[in-house]
Nanobody
Framework: HEQLVESGGGLVQPGGSLRLSCAASGSIVSFSAMGWYRQAPGKQRELVARLTTGGKSLYGDSVRGRFAISMDDTEPTVHLQMSNLKSEDTAVYYC???????????WGQGTQVTVSS
């Protein structure tokens, strides 16, 4: 079970930017994809973005064009650059990692993002 450590959450004003990072232990060759989900109070968890180690990205409809996901070349670390943030982006953001083998998905502990004036 890999440990995922998230950083970068916080409070930002509408229209502002934040960058989340998630670092996993182990070798990047063990991973097939990393990404982010989020969950707002009273709502279901939703996909924010996903990036495979082969470079294919996928974004949720509500963030496409505003958020960008990237991954370090040699380390299993994924970043989420969030721009033009809106109040509806307020949520706990969870990092996850999928593996090349049949190992279960690993999750981070979550980091709070609050968009408010």
């Amino acid at each position: 079970h890999e440990q995922l450590v998230e950083s970068g959450g916080g409070l930002v004003q509408p229209g502002g930017s934040l960058r989340l990072s998630c670092a996993a232990s182990g070798s990047i060759v063990s991973f097939s994809a990393m990404g982010w989900y989020r969950q707002a109070p009273g709502k279901q968890r939703e996909l924010v973005a996903r990036l495979t180690t082969g470079g294919k990205s996928l974004y949720g409809d509500s963030v496409r064009g505003r958020f960008a996901i990237s991954m370090d070349d040699t380390e299993p670390t994924v970043h989420l650059q969030m721009s033009n943030l809106k109040s509806e982006d307020t949520a706990v953001y969870y990092c996850y990692a999928d593996f090349s083998s049949n190992r279960l998905r690993s999750w981070g502990q979550g980091t709070q993002v609050t968009v408010s004036s």
